[in-house]
């Protein structure tokens, strides 16, 4: 295995910095301000191993056997869904980092799959979606130490995300509540918010809807936000994937991925109060390009194209009064047997004189193989054979984080086009790799690195960000001291891009593959001795790693 980390002397005139790398995976950072150097050095792993007769390939690889990972300070242990398995992997950290299973909880009699985890003080919740997966789902309560089932909340449909509020006196749910394949089922999405500050063998529920904005609809669109199922009302759109709660403890914020905006969530009025639009990432703009094509190995550029931002997993901080919001811009298609919004540039019927070298563009080797949605760019023409005719091109994700107000979704940073000439310094052609396979330049015309995890950490008075990226694998770390003005730190990636991942060997070789979560231990929490820490959930490997951050 080969534990890869990167430090860029590109863009280093737009970031402001200059580094070097370690081949045992710390990375030193040196910015316009002379700060303390923070190491990142792996210290712990552990891997989910197959069933008694299966092998690694077709029991743990590309099964999400280790999604969701978090940390409970009280018992100083790790709980990392198996979303396949039904499981809750209980792991144990020892003095020097080591990882341990030592307990395992049991949700196989709950529903058809485990897709979140949350832990406080010793309780952990698992959201767990309904075999019908759009009937309502729940919520199990579980002891962090017996490991015994201590009571449950039902919850709405498709619950994808649980977290606990700072006090630990509620639980909120993001229940997605996503369409059948065919799309004649669609339940509305919500967010439950769970009160457990009676216990947890009987806790109240209260799931608060959309509703209240399905006469905003065209309002809505106008500023922004999609709202484009078919025969959908904007309750039923609308499909909360991810929440952030404030520092305070007042208000909660939810990604609506596939609607490209932000639902504010007032926990005292307990209602939602507001949908706001992100906007889009002009990849015209110097800075802000993208490698559009599988056919050209690294080639980042400048092209006539606007991303959707799109953020998968946000995360809230405060500073000098305001509350701010990291996302992780992944991006997301509706593609189901019943309807799909995916096509390709060269499918489309492009606007002469929007894309005057419509034929050029058109070309698998510039933006033909593009992935774009066919619900927004519409110039309002048809040509003679009746298709729509488009004047703008509209991709999914922003191949970035940002950093946004969180009263209003106002962009106060977004990190360019970094992730992709990061990736693109280490490993040349073969950046933007699927996560499943080592056949590089794979995933560049859909949506590339695909940055999908994101975490915030304080580190002796510092802040930074850390994000996973969920195709190439391992996460970029930015000190985001100054908000307005992020600075890039170091890029670790415990991946082999060498091995065959079709054979068994290979696959196991391959090292962690496929971050869908990012999980920071503050040094007052860690179980190292006051050595702040991160826990990463690699869904494809189906392994656990967990890095120490020195900040010397």
Known sequence: MKYSVVCLSIAAAVVGLSGCSDDDGSVDKVDSNPARTLTVNQVGRYQVQPATGESFLDDVFDEGAAEIVTYDE???????VNSNAKTVDVLAIDSSGSLMRMGQIDATAEGDSANSVAVYQGTVAVAIEAEDAQAPGKVVFYSGTGLEKLGEAQVGALPDMVTFTPDGTRVLVANEGEP??????????SISVIDVSAGFTAPTVDTLGFTAFNDQADALRAAGVRIFGPGATAAQDFEPEYIAVAPDGEHAYASLQENNAIAVIDLQAMEITDVLPLGYKDHSVVGQGIDPSNEDGLNIRTVPVLGMYQPDTIAAFSEGGTTYLLTANEGDARDYDGFSEEADVKDLVLDPDAF?????LQDDAQLGDLKVTTTLGRSGESDANGDPVYDALYAYGARSFSIRRADSAELVYDSGDDFERITGERYGDEFNNDNSENDGDSRSD???????AIAYGVIDGRRYAFIGLERMGGFVVYDITDVDAPVYVSYTNARDVTVDMD???????????GP??????????????GVPLLAVGNEVSGSTTLYRLDLE
């Open 503 to 513: 054979t068994n060997s290979g696959a196991l070789a391959a090292g962690d593959l």
């Open 356 to 360: 005057p070298n419509a034929a050029a």
């Open 446 to 452: 859909n949506k590339g690195p695909e940055p999908e």
């Open 74 to 80: 009280t018992t100083q242990r790790l709980y990392v």
């Open 180 to 189: 059948n394949d065919d799309y004649d089922n669609d339940p509305e999405g």
């Open 516 to 529: 869908e979560s990012i999980v920071f231990i503050a040094a007052d929490s860690s179980p190292l001795a």
